[in-house]
């Protein structure tokens, strides 16, 4: 998961992408406006089973 931390540290998640470079590319695109926020990746915790 993608994560946008402003200056105030609150978290929003920007998005779910399918590979951590992806993730990347996406955080790295939308850091280089100069803005005070600052991107996390975060692993997303596995789904449980449906029964």
Same mark, same amino acid.
């Given at each position: 998961?993608?994560? =946008? +931390?402003?200056?105030?540290?609150?978290?929003?998640?920007?998005?779910r992408y /399918?590979?951590?470079?992806?993730?990347? =590319?996406?955080? +790295?695109?939308?850091?280089? /406006?100069?803005?005070?926020e600052v991107?996390?990746?975060?692993r997303a915790?596995?789904?449980?089973?449906?029964?």
């Amino acid at each position: 998961m993608l994560i =946008r +931390q402003d200056a105030g540290g609150n978290r929003y998640r920007v998005g779910r992408y /399918a590979t951590k470079a992806e993730a990347e =590319r996406v955080a +790295q695109s939308l850091g280089d /406006a100069g803005a005070q926020e600052v991107y996390v990746i975060e692993r997303a915790a596995p789904r449980a089973a449906q029964t």
